[in-house]
């Protein structure tokens, strides 16, 4: 497992990169979530859900919402020069990973979206304060994760990672660091 740095010269910001791949995680997302194509796909094929969960029954609404969705997200995340801001964006995952202070798992979305929520989701370890690891992200359509195979794939690349981490001696962002330089 890699790791990237999102922003060159901050430490507080990181995305996992797969040895076999050309990109990093959170590249991809917004790759995705900017391809009319994918979008068109993904959304003819998860049709049920977004009617079901978010009252959307026009998929050229859903690709519209989307793409504006997508730019907030990474015009917002690109662009938080301090670390502590991020602990704003991100929020834990479920109870379980409120009750933990460090390696948690995040999730990140656009918050102030109106008609409907966002359903585009970033998910992350958080190391410490204001530190993160992006490990991937969805578009969530149901209220868990579990309901469906491509948002159970990224719970499962969550919690790969935090093990992997832990695995490697990770409990900080020092202790990341530390590892990054080895």
Not at 35 to 45: A, K, M, P
Not at 49 to 76: G, H
Not at 126 to 131: A, I, M, Q, T
């Amino acid at each position: 497992m890699e790791f990237f740095r999102v922003i060159k010269g901050y430490d507080h910001l990181w995305s996992v990169k797969c040895p076999n791949e050309d990109i990093d995680e959170l590249t991809s997302l917004f790759r995705k979530w900017s391809d009319g194509n994918y979008l068109l796909d993904f959304f003819e094929n998860n049709i049920e859900d977004l009617e079901k969960y978010f009252n959307v029954n026009k998929i050229s609404q859903a690709i519209k919402d989307t793409l504006e969705d997508a730019s907030e997200l990474e015009r917002m995340i690109l662009h938080i020069p301090e670390s502590k801001q991020l602990d704003g964006f991100f929020r834990p995952l479920s109870q379980d990973d409120i009750r933990i202070t460090e390696m948690t798992r995040e999730k990140a979305r656009y918050w102030n979206r109106s008609r409907h929520a966002s359903w585009l989701r970033i998910y992350a370890i958080r190391l410490e304060e204001g530190v993160f690891v992006v490990t991937g992200g969805a578009i969530k359509l149901t209220p868990t994760m579990q309901a469906r195979p491509h948002t159970q794939e990224e719970l499962i690349k969550m919690n790969k990672c935090r093990d992997y981490l832990k695995g490697s001696g990770v409990f900080d962002q020092d202790s990341f660091i530390d590892y990054i330089n080895e």
